[in-house]
C-alpha cells in the first residue's frame, strides 16, 4: 500500500511546554513552572501573516512543451480557446486537485472537469498540502500523467511532499498551471 499524505491525524499538532530546568527560568515564554506565561497558545498553523493564494488556469507554454513528449494519442487536444483564470486563497490545511467522479459523486477541491475540462487530469491527481510552517507543498497521488513545477520534464515522485516557493507553477493535465502566491 503506497503511503498516504504528508500529515496526520489531529495529534500531530498537539503543543506541549518545553522542559524546563529545575528552579530555573524556562525557555522565552514559559514561567519555568509548568506553565505558560503568555495569555494565548502558540499557534501550529498557519504562521501569523502569511496568506498564500493560488491562480489557476491554462498554460500554452506548458501545453506546447507536453504535446511535444506525448504520443499520437495526444494528436487531437487542442488548448481551450477560452478559459478564465480562477484566483482562490489557499484555506485549510490540504486543498485536493481532480476531476469530479460522476458515478460516486465525489468533487475535488480544485474540480479540472468543469467546462473547458483539461483531459489529463486524473480523478484524485494531487494535493495541496500546508506545512508547519505555514508554507505549501504539493503531493502527487500517483496520477496517470503525472504533476511536474515549475516547467520541468520529469514529474515529480508520487506521495512525496515537493516544497512551493511563492510564484511556483504547479503543472497537472494537458494544459493547467496553478500559480502558487504568498503575501
Do not use: K
Amino acid at each position: 500500500m503506497p503511503p498516504g499524505p504528508a500529515f496526520g491525524g489531529e495529534d500531530d499538532w498537539v503543543l506541549s511546554p518545553p522542559s524546563a530546568p529545575a528552579g530555573g527560568p524556562g525557555p522565552e515564554g514559559w514561567n519555568g513552572q509548568g506553565g505558560a506565561q503568555q495569555t494565548q497558545p502558540p499557534q501550529a498553523y498557519p504562521a501569523p501573516g502569511t496568506n498564500w493564494s493560488i491562480t489557476i488556469g491554462p498554460d500554452r507554454e506548458y501545453f506546447m512543451a507536453m504535446m511535444q513528449r506525448s504520443g499520437p494519442e495526444a494528436a487531437g487536444l487542442n488548448l481551450p480557446a477560452y478559459s478564465p483564470e480562477q484566483q482562490r486563497p489557499l484555506t485549510g490545511n490540504q486543498i485536493t486537485i481532480g476531476r469530479r467522479r460522476h458515478s460516486t459523486g465525489d468533487t475535488p477541491d480544485i474540480d479540472l472537469s468543469v467546462p473547458p475540462e483539461d483531459p489529463g487530469v486524473s480523478h484524485q491527481h494531487a494535493m495541496l498540502v500546508q506545512q508547519p510552517d505555514g508554507s505549501w507543498a504539493v503531493v502527487d497521488q500517483n496520477s496517470t500523467n503525472g504533476t511536474t513545477v515549475n516547467g520541468g520534464e520529469e514529474p515529480i515522485q508520487p506521495f512525496v511532499p515537493v516544497p512551493l516557493q511563492d510564484g511556483d507553477r504547479v503543472h497537472v493535465g494537458a494544459w493547467t498551471t496553478i500559480r502558487v502566491r504568498r503575501g
